[in-house]
């Protein structure tokens, strides 16, 4: 659900604290803590069974990606005012890493050191599930295992390209309390994979599903990007309303209300971005009267509001309908511990965004999106060799997670380098060139509106940022 800053960016974060930073730090944090989730199923277990009573530290990873994506997503599409722009910058950023994470997988599935996960049976039906991230909406394997919440990230980036090409996309609050109250009312009524049980008991197949559903999400996407404002707007709800059925009616795992929890996280991180950037409008103004200013800080106070009352909907949710599918109460507590601590964390981000991070803590937040991609394949690589399963000492059992944690950052350093940061590059210069068809949403104005006081460091850091947040997952 998770990092990419350009190294101009890095530079200027070296000369002076970025405003953006804490933003990788909390992805890097959030990586490390779905690396402990999936690496201490083979090692540490009795450190996982001693945290793993109250938190689950694979969801509270992920629940912290989503939110940062949230925030950061809405800077990027509109500063650039462009939905092809947008749609540019993700290809670039998202699919040279993602491919080339398939494509180990599939090299360790040969070499027999790691799964694809039943793929092999499916080859066709699986590229389809692949080929616009979403897995775990097309029923098709997960592959990295992680991948499964890349499906949320690409429905949200449908939604607000959708939202924006409409000009309704600032009402980041109605949606984060409709989704987190689908969540609580349908949570426990949604089906899971209905439209593949349909397709395969009528006779057309999940290849014929997955294809129909690629197809209409991909038309979308070339009409958006291609024509003018009516068939334009046309097209991207198409892509939109595409994805929405799918997230509610198609969901392969983990639970029926995961797809509304997230949607709504991640619009609560959009609305928190909002009310930063409109605060930061209010500080460049001067000579308010007393009573203009106890007004502005009430109206600050509404977005505080419903963030926390989205929380308190979404922590119900899942206590209510995982009660109900007798998940069991520990799991029940590690789901509302894991809703709040994500909550309080990004909290506890914002609060500190004007201190200065680390450079060591910004550098892996940077590498998240390949820590997150790589490390299900690192540890399926160790779960094949057993040798490295006899019994150990605890202390041997740190060593080895350690050298694990080491192989993995060292191997996400280098495909950031070889592969992500190029890419990037290279999507710059094609979406510098890319010239949007030209129709008026009010979108530019937006893009000025939202980024407004902005420094411009901190306005390249906005817009290189990869939000990734999904690319980490708590469940396999």
């Given at each position: 659900m998770i990092g990419a800053v350009t190294s101009g960016a890095m530079s200027e974060t070296a000369r002076k604290p970025s405003r953006l930073a804490w933003l990788d730090a909390l992805r890097g944090f959030a990586a490390l803590c779905v690396v402990f989730d999936h690496g201490s199923t083979l090692l540490l277990r009795p450190v996982r069974d001693f945290l793993y009573q109250w938190l689950n530290l694979g969801q509270f990873g992920v629940f912290v990606f989503f939110l940062v994506s949230g925030y950061i997503i809405p800077a990027s599409l509109e500063r650039k005012g462009s939905v092809r722009g947008f749609?540019?910058?993700r290809l670039f950023r998202l699919y040279p890493m993602y491919v080339v994470a398939l494509a180990l997988a599939i090299v360790a599935y040969l070499t027999r050191h790691g799964t694809i996960r039943g793929a092999e049976h499916h080859p066709l039906q699986s590229v389809l599930a692949w080929?616009?991230?979403?897995?775990?909406?097309?029923?098709?394997?997960?592959?990295?295992?992680?991948?499964?919440?890349?499906?949320?990230?690409?429905?949200?980036?449908?939604?607000?390209?959708?939202?924006?090409?409409?000009?309704?996309?600032?009402?980041?609050?109605?949606?984060?309390?409709?989704?987190?109250?689908?969540?609580?009312?349908?949570?426990?009524?949604?089906?899971?994979?209905?439209?593949?049980?349909?397709?395969?008991?009528?006779?057309?197949?999940?290849?014929?599903?997955?294809?129909?559903?690629?197809?209409?999400?991909?038309?979308?996407?070339?009409?958006?990007?291609?024509?003018?404002?009516?068939l334009a707007r046309a097209g991207s709800t198409v892509a939109a309303l595409t994805a929405l059925v799918l997230v509610t009616v198609n969901q392969g795992s983990p639970y029926p209300w995961e797809g509304c929890v997230i949607l709504?996280?991640?619009?609560?991180?959009?609305?928190?971005?909002?009310?930063?950037?409109g605060r930061q409008g209010q500080q460049g103004q001067?000579?308010?009267?007393?009573?203009?200013?106890?007004?502005?800080?009430?109206?600050?106070?509404?977005?505080?509001?419903?963030?926390?009352?989205?929380?308190?909907?979404?922590?119900?949710?899942?206590?209510?309908?995982?009660?109900?599918?007798?998940?069991?109460?520990?799991?029940?507590?590690?789901?509302?511990?894991?809703?709040?601590?994500?909550?309080?964390t990004f909290g506890l981000g914002l609060a500190a965004r004007h201190r200065r991070v680390p450079r060591w803590c910004a550098w892996l937040g940077m590498i998240s999106y390949s820590v997150y991609l790589l490390h299900p394949l690192v540890f399926d690589a160790y779960r094949s060799v057993p040798a490295l399963h006899r019994a150990h000492t605890m202390p041997v059992q740190y060593l080895m997670f350690a050298g694990c944690v080491?192989?993995?950052?060292?191997?996400?350093?280098?495909?950031?380098?070889?592969?992500?940061?190029?890419?990037?590059?290279?999507?710059?210069?094609?979406?510098?060139?890319?010239?949007?068809?030209?129709?008026?949403?009010?979108?530019?104005?937006?893009?000025?509106?939202?980024?407004?006081g902005a420094p411009a460091a901190a306005t390249r850091s906005a817009s290189s940022s990869s939000a990734v947040a999904g690319g980490s997952g708590a469940s396999p």
């Open positions: 749609w540019t910058g080929l616009l991230m979403l897995p775990n909406l097309l029923t098709g394997p997960n592959v990295p295992n992680v991948t499964w919440t890349l499906s949320y990230e690409m429905v949200f980036y449908l939604l607000l390209a959708a939202l924006f090409s409409w000009n309704i996309h600032r009402r980041s609050g109605a949606y984060a309390v409709m989704f987190a109250s689908c969540a609580v009312a349908l949570g426990g009524i949604l089906p899971m994979a209905a439209l593949t049980r349909w397709a395969g008991h009528t006779g057309h197949g999940t290849l014929a599903l997955n294809g129909i559903a690629d197809a209409l999400i991909i038309a979308g996407i070339v009409v958006a990007v291609s024509s003018r404002s009516r709504a996280l991640m619009f609560s991180g959009t609305l928190i971005y909002r009310a930063e950037q001067q000579g308010q009267h007393e009573q203009a200013k106890q007004a502005r800080r009430a109206k600050n106070a509404i977005p505080a509001l419903i963030v926390l009352a989205v929380l308190a909907l979404i922590t119900i949710a899942g206590v209510w309908h995982g009660g109900q599918r007798h998940e069991g109460h520990q799991w029940q507590v590690q789901w509302a511990t894991s809703v709040l601590l994500a909550g309080a080491a192989v993995i950052i060292g191997l996400s350093a280098l495909t950031y380098y070889l592969v992500e940061k190029p890419m990037q590059r290279l999507g710059r210069r094609v979406a510098g060139h890319a010239k949007e068809p030209g129709y008026a949403t009010g979108a530019g104005s937006a893009g000025a509106e939202a980024l407004d």
